[in-house]
C-alpha cells in the first residue's frame, strides 16, 4: 500500500515546513513547489491526491495556478485546497468558483487541514462517492 501524495504550493519557508512535519508525521508523501512557475511542472510530475496552494505566491498567483491546474486534462481532477490569510470572503468564493473543493484560512487548524487532506485524498482514489 503506497502513501498518498500530497502537493503544497507555498513561498513560505517556515510555513512549508509546517505542513512537511504535519503531513508527514500523518503519513502523506510530501512535495513542494514554490512558485507558481514550478507548481503544474510538479504536479504533473508527482500525480499528488491532494494539492493545498496558498494564494500569494510569487511568479503568478494561486488563482493562476488554479487556472492552470483545471486546464491540464491530467491534472483537473486533483482535488484542490485553496490556503489563504487575505480577503477571505472574495477570495473563498472567487477560489470555489475557479474549482477548489475547499477552502482554508490562515492560520490554519492542524486538525481541521487533515481532516480535509484526508477526505479528498480518498474522494480522488475512488471512482464514486457515496455518503
Ligand atoms: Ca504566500
Redesign the pocket.
Not at 512535519?21 to 503544474?40: I, N, P, R
Given at each position: 500500500m503506497s502513501n498518498k501524495k500530497v502537493l503544497v504550493i507555498?513561498?513560505?519557508r517556515d510555513?512549508r515546513l509546517g505542513y512537511h512535519v504535519l503531513l508527514k508525521s500523518s503519513g502523506y508523501d510530501t512535495f513542494f513547489a514554490e512558485d507558481g512557475m514550478t507548481a503544474v511542472t510538479e504536479a504533473r510530475k508527482q500525480q499528488p491526491d491532494v494539492i493545498i496552494l496558498?494564494?500569494?505566491?510569487p511568479a503568478g498567483d494561486g488563482f493562476v495556478v488554479l487556472e492552470r491546474l483545471r486546464a491540464n486534462t491530467s491534472l483537473s481532477l486533483i482535488p484542490v485546497i485553496v490556503v489563504s490569510g487575505r480577503d477571505i470572503h472574495s477570495s473563498k468564493e472567487r477560489a470555489l468558483k475557479a474549482g477548489a473543493k475547499a477552502f482554508l484560512q490562515k492560520p490554519w487548524d492542524d486538525r481541521e487541514l487533515l481532516t480535509l487532506v484526508r477526505q479528498l485524498a480518498g474522494q480522488s482514489s475512488m471512482s464514486a462517492s457515496s455518503t
Amino acid at each position: 500500500m503506497s502513501n498518498k501524495k500530497v502537493l503544497v504550493i507555498e513561498d513560505d519557508r517556515d510555513v512549508r515546513l509546517g505542513y512537511h512535519v504535519l503531513l508527514k508525521s500523518s503519513g502523506y508523501d510530501t512535495f513542494f513547489a514554490e512558485d507558481g512557475m514550478t507548481a503544474v511542472t510538479e504536479a504533473r510530475k508527482q500525480q499528488p491526491d491532494v494539492i493545498i496552494l496558498d494564494l500569494g505566491l510569487p511568479a503568478g498567483d494561486g488563482f493562476v495556478v488554479l487556472e492552470r491546474l483545471r486546464a491540464n486534462t491530467s491534472l483537473s481532477l486533483i482535488p484542490v485546497i485553496v490556503v489563504s490569510g487575505r480577503d477571505i470572503h472574495s477570495s473563498k468564493e472567487r477560489a470555489l468558483k475557479a474549482g477548489a473543493k475547499a477552502f482554508l484560512q490562515k492560520p490554519w487548524d492542524d486538525r481541521e487541514l487533515l481532516t480535509l487532506v484526508r477526505q479528498l485524498a480518498g474522494q480522488s482514489s475512488m471512482s464514486a462517492s457515496s455518503t
